[in-house]
T-cell receptor
Framework: TQLLEQSPQFLSIQEGENLTVYCNSS?????LQWYRQEPGEGPVLLVT?????EVKKLKRLTFQFGDARKDSSLHITAAQPGDTGLYLC???????????FGKGTTLSVSS | NAGVTQTPKFRVLKTGQSMTLLCAQD?????MYWYRQDPGMGLRLIHYSVGEGTTAKGEVPDGYNVSRLKKQNFLLGLESAAPSQTSVYFC??????????FGPGTRLTVL
């Protein structure tokens, strides 16, 4: 069974601080996605990474896929209150399998 | 486009009652999914479908049944609700095993 471990589970920071969220597994994934979920809504896709070592940037968010495609990280620079939410990583194993979700990181950014 | 819609938004059941959750998507997606989300557990896949008339079990299928009679609809049934099925249920759809688009969720309480 493939598992994705996310850390930390909770993160509470001040506006302007930087943070990193980690998503780790002992299994290899063909691709990995990051979703963001706001209270009372469904998750929304932020990015998909496919190639080992790949780095993608989305404004103040930087996503990295590990060289071995077993882990990923999400780094937020100068966090803002609008970044508050639940961040979920989701990996796809062998071709043709459904996504496996991590348990999520709840981020709270206060002004 | 409405995207993915779910009916109802909220429901309270007594133990042993049955109900059906309806998911509809207007994006012509082949793949549809049902997840449940519990605090600290992330998203867990209940059942999914890769096309009209086909369904498959996910990680936590026990106590649930599904049907995909029309491409745009995916129904989740609880034949005899139990308190352990109290959760927030999310439906999602996708083109193949790519980005998943989520509905707003159904909050179910079983007393």
């Amino acid at each position: 069974t493939q598992l994705l471990e996310q850390s930390p589970q909770f993160l509470s920071i001040q506006e302007g601080e930087n943070l990193t969220v980690y998503c780790n597994s002992s299994s290899v994934f063909s691709s990995l996605q990051w979703y963001r979920q706001e209270p009372g809504e469904g998750p929304v896709l932020l990015v998909t990474v496919v190639t080992g070592g790949e780095v993608k940037k989305l404004k103040r968010l930087t996503f990295q896929f590990g060289d071995a495609r077993k882990d990923s990280s999400l780094h937020i620079t100068a966090a803002q209150p609008g970044d508050t939410g639940l961040y979920l990583c989701a990996g796809r194993g062998q071709a043709g399998t459904a996504l496996i979700f991590g348990k999520g990181t709840t981020l709270s950014v206060s002004s | 486009n409405a995207g993915v819609t779910q009916t109802p938004k909220f429901r309270v059941l007594k133990t042993g009652q049955s109900m059906t959750l309806l998911c509809a998507q207007d994006m012509n997606h082949e793949y549809m999914y049902w997840y449940r989300q519990d605090p600290g557990m992330g998203l867990r896949l209940i059942h999914y479908s890769v096309g009209e008339g086909t369904t498959a079990k996910g990680e936590v299928p026990d106590g649930y049944n599904v049907s995909r009679l029309k491409k745009q609809n995916f129904l989740l049934g609880l034949e005899s609700a139990a308190p352990s099925q109290t959760s927030v249920y999310f439906c999602a759809s996708s083109w193949g095993y790519n980005e998943q688009f989520f509905g707003p969720g159904t909050r179910l309480t079983v007393l």
